[in-house]
């Protein structure tokens, strides 16, 4: 009876593969097609390399030709045009299609956009509201909008600051004609940081402005006209993408040999570091587009003015294309038709032949899927919870970190693992993005039961039931600990917990190069204890450590939030206070004397120190210049008596003694 039905088996299968492949492309030469990236070949575009390296689009029957983007013309344009088969382009498909452009969203590759603000540091800007008056450069038309809905929330409008058309190249950014510049995450910071440039990064995803990064489309015609070649090129993409971030190396080394990126390595590997964040594999599906997503985005660009409401509702009706709408060929129906036939008598005849094994493949399947359920419950950071944070669901990983069991935090709201140094508004803006049904990521302290600090990495995603309301939210978190506390360690003295020797010439180099740029006074204090030999070698220098502590302790309650203290060196200290003149550092200095000098110190009692104080001149060609003052007039204050303040500056010299 086996022998007979396996028999059976291969005939039907044999007429089933005529019947499918009859008008397939297996005896066909490759059908070419052009894809049109939206900028220059690099890690961006990874997916659509190893799809062609690897033979993915060569198994669906395509010669896939990669089109680096010209500047000089709209990608979306020319496909439209026809110049291209298919292209990457991002949300902005959106208004193309509002506006009667016949383009549609085939696979959302970047479920988060790369496309942030970066700003100097110098300029003192922090936030989107910091950027009013300022001059900023980005590409008006292509996606702005995201940018602009950011300003927005910051209550800056287009008329609010100096517009600078974008250059392509950075260089007005680099060479400061501007204050601020639209870039790719993945790109322009890496380089600015070779560089030695400060600056700050704006996203707007922060700000709970989250749009599809890049995306790949067609127009109306070439999707009705071929779906299957389409079908084919969309999956062998997203197969293509798949591997490219399971194998980054074998990638990055496929690029620079073939695709001649004009990057390093270096800048390759955090390209890809920073894109796989973008594509976020690990939580949704590669290529997966919700239609919620682009409802939100389009109440964006109509805030902004982009877009009108009944624009926008036929617009999504059809911006997001459904590979199984429609089906190429009459040959098809055929073919369907009798491969439901034969599957039909194969599935017939199949449950006589595996129905023995289907419950041992099922118990193999659970088992596999129950193993995989506890190796995520054990090692991931886990934590569910409903609308209002109170926790519904957490994994052993989460109770291990956090210090508590399951039991003890059901129930309970999730603050009680938040750090009180992290301000209100964080959390208020944090939330405002979360309940506006968008994700959240970034870095959290936390705390433990035991009241110990730790850091993770969160993502924070909605939970949605099937008719798409949001229910909760779920954070998948990495335990990021020990780089955190790498790397304060590399900027904080390990004995008084102020800023260490690198952190103090970081400083002074970054409110260095402000004064510089804008005029803007700066001031540096340098202080000595007095007579700290003899106390260690009467006390010892476990006193003398002490001293140190407490001392770094008045300093700190005695400074400016704006000022940096930290150790020079042995029991020399700086105080590097910007905004302020050599006039004001004075009277700053002279209150850190007295506040000193009245203090009480254990075993040792009392304590004076010394100090010198200078502030930036147009003629200085480095900070090393006012430190040199300000350590020169310091040991001026020892040698005219100790326990007193003296100033130095360039063109004149003078002493104060404030007692």
Partial sequence: MPTKITYCLSWLLLLFSTLAFAGGSADRPLETVRLQLKWFNSFQFAGYYMAKEKGFYADAGLDVEIIERDPKFNNIEQLIAGDADYGVADSSLLLYRADGKPVRVMASIFQHSPLVFVAHKSADIFGPQDL??????????????????????????????????????????????????????????????????????????????????????????????????????????????????????????????????????????????????????SLVEIGYTSPGRFYRIAQIYQSLGKLEEKQAEEALKTLIWNPNEQKQKPLYYLTVAFGLVAVSLIGVLAVLLVNSRLKDIIAARTHELTRQKLMVDKHVIISETDLEGRITAVSEAFCRRAGYSQNEVLGLNHNIVRHPERPDAFYLQMWKQLKAGESWEGDLKNIDKYGQPYWVHSNIEPIRDFQGRVTGYRAVSEDITDHKRLEIQSSTDPLTGLANRLKLDQVLEQEFARSKRYASPISVILLDVDHFKSINDRYGHLTGDAVLKELAMALQLQIRATDVAGRWGGEEFMIVCPGIATDAAMICAEKLRKAVETRYFPDVEHLTVSLGVSGYSAEDDSPITIVQRADHAMYQAKSSGRNRVCSESADIQRTAELK
């Fill in 132 to 281: 009013q008056g300022k001059r900023i450069s980005y590409q008006k038309g292509l996606d702005d909008a995201s940018l602009l809905s950011m300003l927005q929330e910051g209550g800056v409008n287009e008329g609010d600051f100096e517009f600078v058309p974008l250059d392509f190249t950075g260089q007005a950014f680099i060479d400061g004609k501007v204050d601020a510049t639209s870039a790719y995450l993945s790109n322009q910071p890496f380089r600015l940081r070779e560089l030695g440039i400060d600056f700050t990064i704006l996203n707007p995803h922060n700000y709970g402005i989250d749009f599809y990064g890049d995306i790949l489309f067609a127009t109306d015609a070439t999707l009705s006209e071929y779906p299957e070649r389409s079908r084919r090129f969309m999956q062998a993409s997203i197969k293509g993408w798949e591997y490219a971030l399971e194998h980054p190396q074998e990638t990055i080394g496929t690029l620079i040999a073939k695709y001649n990126p004009q990057r390093s390595r270096e800048h390759l590997e955090y390209e890809a570091d920073v894109i796989r964040r973008m594509v976020n594999p």
